[in-house]
């Protein structure tokens, strides 16, 4: 194992305290939590928005914090979720007397963690309410999850669910924007190489030189199929092809297409990937919105991609184009 880290089992305390002395002026960390919020949390009279999870998936969560995005995000250790008395004091970091708003990754550890953080902050009289996100189209049910895992669609549910709650929405109104994106976006992934849990020491899962695994999960959870590596057509091919599978995208329909490197991938792949998917959208007569090429939710240094596509209409273009400060994601 090759990383810039000191303690194996303390990388994501200095990562946090790091990140948090790169942005001293729009970030701040919960003293005694791995806690990180905006600077002016509480922002009263806003719906609070709280993420989170494993960590190792930079700049996802706590790159989307700021004003139009998230309000906290709650680091866990490497791949695994936060305690649930972690996310409580999110909970209470966010909320700003209009109730909090909690974005779920469908994966079993998170949804149990962040609910029962939920009871103990419904308890103290914050109102909560939540949206699980399970855009992976490639498995139904996972070692990690039941049901689809949720993956980089994630992000796009922090946007939109941001700019309604910084627009002055209701708690029930930022819910049914969320609930609109989450039934409205799929995404599908694939690996070329693992990545390497600092506190394992060993890469998760091992290719060949030549395999590559289709529909991987980000914290390397196998996928549905390991073959011959191919082309960067043939990848972006099967992985479009599959979300077209599972989800209806009619002709004339506009979409927000989603191209995510998982840690390792340069952005000249992704480009080229991008390539190809939008020429086979074009040539399903699909129009392309808005596209964003880059890393969003990675794997470590796992070598790889998503494709991720979202119907969208007037309002969620609307609240998508709306302005962000968020470190990782500004408009």
Known sequence: MKKIINNPNEVVQDMVQGLVAAYPSKLKVIPETLVIARKDAPVEGKVGLVSGGGSGHEPAHAGYIGKGMLDCAVAGEVFTSPTPDQVFEGIKAADGGKGVFLVIKNYTGDVLNFEMAAELAEAEGIQVEKVIVNDDVAVEDSSFTTGRRGI????????????MA???????EVKRVADKVVANVRSMGMALTSGTVPAAG?????????????GI???GEPGIE???????DEIATELVE????????PKGQEVVVMINGLGATPEMELFILNKKVQNLLKDKGIEVFQTFVGEYMTSLEMAGCSVTLL????ELKSLLQAPSEAPAFRN
């Open 152 to 163: 980089a669609g994630t992000v796009l549910v922090h946007k939109i669910a941001g700019a």
């Open 166 to 172: 910084e627009s002055g929405a209701s708690l029930q």
């Open 202 to 214: 060993k890469p998760s899962f091992q290719l060949e030189d030549n395999e590559m695994e289709i």
């Open 217 to 219: 999960g980000i914290h």
């Open 226 to 232: 390991r073959k011959q590596i191919a082309s960067a």
């Open 242 to 249: 599959r979300i077209f599978t599972d989800i209806d995208i």
């Open 311 to 314: 119907k969208v209409d007037d």
